[in-house]
């Protein structure tokens, strides 16, 4: 009974002190990407670039221009996932409010949040160190002191993309001179200075290469997700629908998923644009397609069973932001074998 109570008290404290130690952490974070990004473009002019030749020629001016292309990108992608607001339930789910103490019959208990009162879509989860429902939630990232949802998921995904690729290409720089001086002891190039910081180089070959390999896994991550329109959150609830249709001998697929290009386009906001394929890398030269879709009601034909939030035949609705419905598609998603 004492211990119960105890546990309670510890639960209690990490429920209220979690929030709490991810906005006094999170700053933290944010200064140490802004400072790493700092440091490798100082270090660029001053360590790394010095040993491929004098300033001023064409090698120096491209290579350069390429790194602080990169940098920009990273800079700006970084600032958008953590200004831009991840996303929350449209007004038409905030008007089904529950009154105390009244049952609302129009309310569905399953979507109703108890923290926000007011009934979410389907694809909204309540976020604890926000305090607030976030519409596609994938999780919160204390690295952008944000949630990471529906709005954002691409700023997010570009962030990733271009921290995989700047580290790449100054490893690409850096691990030669860095390799040539500690394992071979021999000058790197005739252009070499007299004294380099030995801890520096080392610093700016071996950091760039992990963060490449722990950086890029996670953009490929989100690039899966993206691409098969799903969230973190949905992908284990989706894994689980496979496992429990394929017990019953049954395929199951998402009915979310309308196939990797249509996925891309419509979270890129890029639907119709014949050059989809590129100009996602560049967010800013377009104007995002209205057609965002921001929920994907499924009903169930309880006809044919129930199979989770998904049901073996479901008809997907897919509203636009203004609450039209714009799509009806009754896809069929799962076909016995
Ligand atoms: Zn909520
Ligand atoms: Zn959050």
Not at 241 to 269: I, V
Request: proline fraction near 6%; include cysteine; aromatic fraction near 14%.
């Amino acid at each position: 009974m004492h211990q119960t109570s105890i546990q309670k008290k510890l639960l209690t404290a990490g429920r209220d002190g979690l929030p709490l130690a991810f906005k006094i952490i999170s700053p933290v974070f944010i200064l140490v990407a802004v400072g790493l990004a700092g440091t490798a473009v100082y270090q660029w002019f001053h360590l790394v670039m010095p040993m491929y030749g004098p300033p001023y020629t064409a090698f120096y001016f491209v290579s350069t221009g390429i790194g602080i292309f990169l940098v920009s990108q990273i800079l700006l992608h970084y600032y958008n996932c953590i200004m831009v607001s991840p996303g929350s339930p449209g007004p038409d789910d905030r008007q089904c409010k529950r009154t105390p103490g009244l049952r609302d019959v129009d309310c569905d208990d399953n979507n109703y949040c108890k923290h926000c009162k007011f009934v979410t879509g389907e694809d909204t989860q309540h976020c604890f160190i926000c305090g607030r429902c976030v519409t596609d939630l994938d999780h919160h990232c204390p690295w952008i002191m944000n949630c990471v949802g529906r709005d954002n998921h691409k700023y997010f995904f570009l962030f990733l993309f271009y921290v995989t690729t700047g580290c790449l290409y100054l490893a690409c720089f850096s691990v030669p001179p860095f390799y040539t001086i500690t394992y071979y002891h021999k000058r790197f190039s005739e252009f070499q200075p007299r004294r380099i910081d030995h801890g520096m180089l080392s610093l700016c070959a071996i950091l760039p290469m992990t963060l490449t390999v722990a950086v890029g896994g996670m953009m490929l991550w989100h690039c899966y997700l993206l691409g098969t329109a799903q969230t973190s959150p949905e992908f284990a609830l989706n894994c689980h629908s496979k496992l429990r249709a394929y017990k019953k001998g049954q395929r199951w697929s998402n009915p979310k998923d309308m196939g990797f290009a249509k996925n891309w386009q419509t979270r890129f906001g890029l639907e119709n644009n014949n050059f989809w394929f590129i100009l996602w890398l560049f967010p800013y030269v377009y104007e995002p397609s209205k057609k965002n879709y921001d929920r994907v009601e499924i009903e169930e034909d309880l006809e044919d069973g129930r199979l989770g939030n998904h049901g073996p035949s479901s008809s997907a609705i897919i509203k636009s932001h203004a609450g039209a419905v714009s799509i009806q598609q009754r896809a069929q998603t799962v076909h016995h074998v």
